[in-house]
């Protein structure tokens, strides 16, 4: 029976040092790894006869702007159906670079993933043959779901970030805090 | 992918085109919805699809990070708008999972049952349409009269009927009235006669099956490759249904059969969506016999309680001090939410829809991503059509069940 415990030792096993940590939550275990290897994981992964994770449920990035050098991580979601088990794979990558290799060779489904991703965080998935927006215009020269775009209007003073239970302050005039 | 027989024979390295540059869309209305795909055709075959997708892309996700989690709510709605509930649902089963809401029987045989209401009403349309699309109107026109009536049950239980906001964190709003039971009560004693005629009109019909059987067809390697999920791998003979693998609601309990194909085409996929259709007549019987059996106080709870998250009743709101404070922080959004991450998933009607929810312990999420099963399908449009005909191609795209909203949430 696959185990997130049998699948962390076969990735140290096979990778060592660059399994970085891992967390479980809700019965589903997140490894971290070297962005370098993202690929060679994933193939791993897939190939070895007792893992076969060999369907990826999901691909997507997330944005935490105070990771300084790591701020974006882009997640796998993997899956192997005979066995129904889940395990999500996350690298995290500098913005200034965010380079990675792409999966869409080994996974046809992480061709759209990833330019989703890349529309929307720029991830840059190396390789990828198509790596173009997918969502929004080609003409957008920014990618809106990092940080610090804001949802609001930048021009509006009403609202704030603290109302919604993290960040900013709000202006309550002289009685400001 | 067929071999292409060239009609014109050009002079070599000339220049001029054999092949000709089509939009089959953005608002073509054989495409039922927003989607464009620049065919490159050599008389009716098709030697090239490229897909367009976004036009209606709302950004739910960007939203959803600044909205209290009761208001993600109406945003799931708009993703697959055939079938909203079963995204509502889903969203409020994600959130009960990460805060540690219990919920009692009654709240989940009641979700079931308004969940395979919405499977119902996703699959008549995808399955009329796909009619319609081959020539047969006959079958749409008396069906549509069914989902008008599943779209009147959600209209008594919730008030609204297409993008329904069904249900709350932590249950239903109200018990279902004795309209609704009513309603839920006709519609199973008068659908599954008219689904049989449906049935009749369509299975052996030989045009339909000349049309649909060997378009659009996938094989299972190709299709997990590409990460279906819901009724097209199933078509393709994968039996992966969420609701087997990893059981919600209570839907372990109960009895029901997978159904699968051989082939993945387009008449695999119609014979599949018309068996799910029984399948889930039957849920709704087995959730309502269940829900008789209840005893005690099990069998009046509609929704858990949960203070935090489930609004308290309007007239303790004016009456009591603690329902008054807790109905004024979820309105206002001033409920914090433990920090993690989980993922989620419901079979949605056209595959597993996932809920990737973050939260830093914050008052709304820190990320929340959808996945959306027509998305990550919908790639695999350019390998079904290369090589068929035009009218094929019209053909998968309906078969596929792509829902727009939910394609570009």
């Known amino acids: 029976m696959l185990n997130s415990k049998f699948v962390l030792d076969k990735l140290i096993e096979k990778f060592g040092e660059s399994v970085f940590g891992y967390e479980e939550q809700f019965d589903m275990m997140a490894i971290y790894g070297d962005k370098e290897l993202n690929l060679k994981m994933l193939q791993f992964l897939y190939d070895d006869e007792d893992l076969a994770f060999r369907f990826m449920t999901d691909l997507t990035a997330i944005h935490y702007p105070n990771n300084k050098g790591e701020e974006l991580v882009v997640t796998y979601l993997l899956y192997n159906m005979p066995k129904n088990f889940h395990i999500r794979l996350k690298f995290a990558l500098d913005i200034n670079k965010p380079d990675i290799y792409t999966a869409s060779k080994l996974h046809a489904t992480a061709n759209w993933l990833e330019r989703e991703c890349y529309d929307f965080y720029g991830v840059n998935f190396v390789g990828h043959p198509n790596l173009i927006r997918v969502m929004n215009v080609d003409e957008m020269d920014y990618f809106p779901m990092r940080k610090e775009f804001p949802l609001e209007d930048q021009t509006r003073t009403d609202k704030d970030d603290e109302m919604f239970g993290r960040g900013g302050h709000f202006n309550f005039g002289k009685f400001s805090v | ?409």
């Open chain 2, 1 to 409: 992918m067929a071999e292409v027989k060239q009609n014109i024979k050009l002079p070599k390295d000339s220049l001029e085109k054999t092949t000709q540059t089509i939009n089959l869309g953005p608002t073509h209305p054989a495409t039922h919805g927003v989607f464009q795909n620049i065919l490159e055709i050599d008389g009716e075959r098709i030697m090239q699809a490229t897909p367009t997708v976004g036009y209606i892309h709302r950004a739910f996700e960007k939203i959803a990070e600044r909205k209290p989690l009761y208001q993600v709510t109406p945003l799931t709605d708009r993703l697959n708008y055939c079938s909203a509930p079963i995204n509502n649902i889903g969203w409020h089963l994600t959130v009960e999972k990460f805060v540690g809401i219990d919920i009692p029987a009654r709240a989940q045989y009641l979700r079931v049952i308004i969940m395979e209401l919405a499977r119902i009403s996703d699959h008549l349309i995808c399955n009329s349409i796909l009619g319609v699309d081959s020539g047969a109107f006959t079958g749409f026109l008396y069906i549509f009269q069914y989902r008008e009536l599943i779209y009147e049950i959600y209209e008594e239980i919730c008030g609204s009927r297409l993008t329904t906001n069904i249900g709350r964190i932590g249950g239903f709003e109200r018990d279902f009235s004795e309209t609704a039971w009513a309603k839920i009560n006709k519609f199973l004693d008068e659908f599954p006669r008219v689904l049989k005629e449906f049935e009749d009109l369509f299975n052996r019909n030989r045009i339909f099956i000349e049309r649909t059987q060997g378009v659009g067809g996938i094989s299972a390697e190709r299709a997990l490759a590409y990460g279906f999920t819901g009724p097209n791998l199933r078509a393709a003979g994968v039996d992966y249904d969420v609701r087997v693998q990893k059981p919600y609601c209570r839907y372990e309990e109960f009895d029901f059969k997978v159904p699968v194909g051989t082939t993945g085409d387009c008449y695999d996929r119609y014979l599949v969506r018309n068996e799910e259709m029984w399948q889930s007549i039957s849920l709704i019987k087995q959730a309502i016999q269940k829900i008789g059996e209840l005893k005690g106080e099990e069998a009046t709870k509609y929704h858990a309680d949960a203070p935090d998250f489930y609004l308290p009743l309007k007239k303790d709101v004016y009456t009591k001090m603690e329902a008054l404070i807790y109905h004024f922080k979820i309105i206002m959004g001033e409920v914090d939410i433990p920090a993690g991450e989980l993922y989620n998933a419901v079979e949605g009607a056209n595959g597993e829809l996932g809920y990737y929810f973050i939260s830093d312990g914050g008052r709304s999420a820190y990320r929340l991503h959808f996945r959306r099963p027509c998305f990550i399908y919908y790639q695999a449009y350019p390998e079904l059509v290369e090589g068929s005909m035009l009218s094929d191609a019209i053909l998968t795209m309906s078969s596929l069940n792509l829902i727009a909203g939910e394609l570009d949430a």
